[in-house]
T-cell receptor
Framework: GQQVMQIPQYQHVQEGEDFTTYCNSS?????IQWYKQRPGGHPVFLIQLVKSGEVKKQKRLTFQFGEAKKNSSLHITATQTTDVGTYFCAGRGAGTASKLTFGTGTRLQVTL | NAGVTQTPKFRVLKTGQSMTLLCAQD?????MYWYRQDPGMGLRLIHYSVGEGTTAKGEVPDGYNVSRLKKQNFLLGLESAAPSQTSVYFCASSLWGGGNQPQHFGDGTRLSIL
């Protein structure tokens, strides 16, 4: 079945440093979504990418979808303590209906 | 709007006991999902529903049953609880399916099986 892996599993940065998490799928994706889960909380939808090579920005967050639609990345510029949490990508395989496959997640810790 | 509401929030069971987790959404969403979250494994889909009266198996359905008798409710049952089912369970809903709609999650149920 479709597998979605994320690296790194965990990253610890100092406030103000940049952070990037990478998402890789074993199969071509129709679209990819990104979610953020705060410690003790539930996943919250951030954004969806659909087109090959698409880049979207949300303030300090930049999301990219690879040209081959098999990988994606989330980059945070100048992290803040409010960025702490686990970031998940979730992809839908081409031709697959109804359900997403979630990645393993990257846990981000930010300290002052 | 409450969004997606899960009950209970915490539960401890003994091996072999049964229980039902409740999920309710007030957004008139067609699709509903049950996931389990274990450390280092992300979210794994247990069962899902594409509409009232329908259910389908996800990635890890064994040991669980579901029902969607009403559009707003999606129930997850554990027939005979096992320690391997200790996990955090999340319910989610989306307006439509196809994997191209945002999913809205409940706060989760933390379940321990002793």
């Amino acid at each position: 079945g479709q597998q979605v892996m994320q690296i790194p599993q965990y990253q610890h940065v100092q406030e103000g440093e940049d952070f990037t998490t990478y998402c890789n799928s074993s199969t071509t994706l129709s679209n990819i979504q990104w979610y953020k889960q705060r410690p003790g909380g539930h996943p919250v939808f951030l954004i969806q990418l659909v087109k090959s090579g698409e880049v979207k920005k949300q303030k300090r967050l930049t999301f990219q979808f690879g040209e081959a639609k098999k990988n994606s990345s989330l980059h945070i510029t100048a992290t803040q303590t409010t960025d702490v949490g686990t970031y998940f990508c979730a992809g839908r395989g081409a031709g697959t209906a109804s359900k997403l496959t979630f990645g393993t997640g990257t846990r981000l810790q930010v300290t002052l | 709007n409450a969004g997606v509401t899960q009950t209970p929030k915490f539960r401890v069971l003994k091996t072999g006991q049964s229980m039902t987790l409740l999920c309710a959404q007030d957004m008139n969403h067609e699709y509903m999902y049950w996931y389990r979250q274990d450390p280092g494994m992300g979210l794994r889909l247990i069962h899902y529903s594409v509409g009232e009266g329908t259910t389908a198996k996800g990635e890890v359905p064994d040991g669980y049953n579901v029902s969607r008798l009403k559009k707003q409710n999606f129930l997850l049952g554990l027939e005979s609880a096992a320690p391997s089912q200790t996990s955090v369970y999340f319910c989610a809903s989306s307006l439509w399916g196809g994997g191209n709609q945002p999913q809205h999650f409940g706060d989760g149920t933390r379940l321990s099986i002793l």
